[in-house]
């Protein structure tokens, strides 16, 4: 951001950009941009859903990793770092959520499921760095309750992954947007069906699952997610202060503060028809008999929504972020991370920009 341009500074103060795409990744380097000089112009289709509008909003690196995802956990732990000076540039603390994630099972083969993962971080694969046990350390089941008193008598143990937190995606969206504008950004309503006729010396496709049609060779596939926000009553008990992630048998579970609030997540159906929409009866009975089972006190909760969003994903797990020509660049294919690997992929942005700019 500010201070971090990655050599992307125009010499002229009529270098221009124009990104396709107003979700989390289209307007966080939309805002790098600017930040770095450019004039930003962010289209963005107001029919074409988002998936960043019913994201949980987790920012999770070590309790994410899974042997054989080596790279992503690397991008995604270089983006976790990345957070503080977002979070400084938009000058908002309410976006914060949590601080801290607490992972839990129910059953001793749960937790030892998640110790799997834990072994796996441990042995070192974030960049070759061996990640201390301090940051992600293993809790028994009477400390998870000094931590987190909202939960029940199931959880059994699990891990604490320090610093790895949440934000409210909603606020995020409209504090990057806020931020844009006061530095001079665009944005508007449109839908665009090729980004050859766009005015701007520079294009950025960043439109989500919409990229394949409008960029050749970016291949992506849909994986639907239902998500569901509860708020609290005058009847409710507190709320978690943790991301909670729970291993319930075969399933996990999420549960992410919010203010007057918690988001319960989600489901994941893949491949699947983008147009399939609408939520399934299973997936949200499933995961309220799960969140249920680690946070009985969720009962006293209204339910005020059951959203459904389609997470933009590549065969190879890894988001796209590259040059397609001289002129367009395109950033896509995040599937579940978008939101935590946004300030990585607005660095790596900046730093093309600056490579073709040069160029
Ligand atoms: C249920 C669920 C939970 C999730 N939870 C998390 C989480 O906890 N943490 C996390 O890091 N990630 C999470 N994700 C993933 C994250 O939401 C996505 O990876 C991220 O939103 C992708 O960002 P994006 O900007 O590429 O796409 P989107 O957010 O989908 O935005 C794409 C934008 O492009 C616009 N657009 C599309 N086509 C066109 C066109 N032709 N012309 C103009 N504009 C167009 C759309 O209107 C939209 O504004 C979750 C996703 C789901 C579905």
């Known amino acids: 951001m500010s201070g971090d341009d990655g050599g992307a500074r125009p010499r002229s103060d009529r270098a221009t950009l124009t990104v396709v795409g107003g979700g989390v990744i289209g307007l966080c380097c939309a805002l790098a941009a600017a930040d770095a000089g450019w004039r930003v112009t962010v289209l ?30 690397e991008i995604t732990a270089d983006s976790v770092r990345r957070w503080p000076a977002l979070l400084a540039r938009l000058a908002d603390p309410a976006i914060v959520v949590a601080t801290d994630s607490l992972f839990v099972g129910v059953t001793s083969a749960d937790v030892a499921v998640l110790a799997q993962l834990a072994r796996f971080v ?19 089941g009477r400390e998870i309750r000094d931590l987190e008193p909202a939960l029940g008598p199931r959880p059994v143990g699990g891990f604490l992954a320090s610093g790895e937190g949440a934000v409210d995606n909603r606020m995020l969206l409209r504090a990057l947007e806020s931020a844009l504008v006061e530095r001079g950004g665009v944005v508007c309503a449109r839908r665009v069906d090729s980004p050859a006729g766009l005015d701007g010396d520079r294009i950025l496709v960043a439109a989500g699952l919409g990229t394949s ?42 549960l992410v503060p919010r203010s007057g609030g918690i988001v319960i997540g989600a489901t994941q159906y893949e491949p699947i028809d983008a147009a399939d929409r609408a939520p399934r009866v299973s997936g949200v009975a499933d995961l309220l008999a799960d969140a249920l089972e680690v946070m009985p ?39 579940r991370n978008g939101i935590v690997l946004a300030p990585w992929t607005s660095h790596r942005f900046v730093e093309i920009l600056g490579e073709s700019w040069a160029d």
């Not at 988002?50 to 956990?73: N, Q």
């Not at 997610?225 to 709320?239: D, K, M, Y």
Request: with cysteine; proline share 6%; hydrophobic share 40%.
């Open 44 to 73: 963005t289709d107001p029919d074409a859903p988002r998936a960043a509008d019913v994201a949980g909003g987790m920012l999770g690196s070590l309790g994410e990793g899974h042997p054989g995802e080596d790279v992503l956990l």
């Open 213 to 254: 049609k409008l960029v050749s060779g970016v291949d992506l596939y849909a994986a639907k997610g239902e998500i569901l926000r509860l708020t609290a009553n005058a009847w409710s008990v507190p709320g978690p202060r943790h991301v909670v992630r729970a291993r319930v048998g075969d399933r996990m579970v999420y």
């Open 122 to 140: 441990w042995s070192g694969p974030v960049g070759s760095e061996t990640v201390e046990r301090s940051v992600l350390r293993q809790v028994g």
């Open 297 to 335: 006190g969720l009962r006293t909760y209204d339910l005020a929504e059951v959203s459904v969003g389609m997470r933009p994903c590549t065969a190879d797990g890894l988001p796209v972020v590259r040059a397609v020509d001289e002129r367009v660049i395109v950033a896509t294919g995040h599937g």
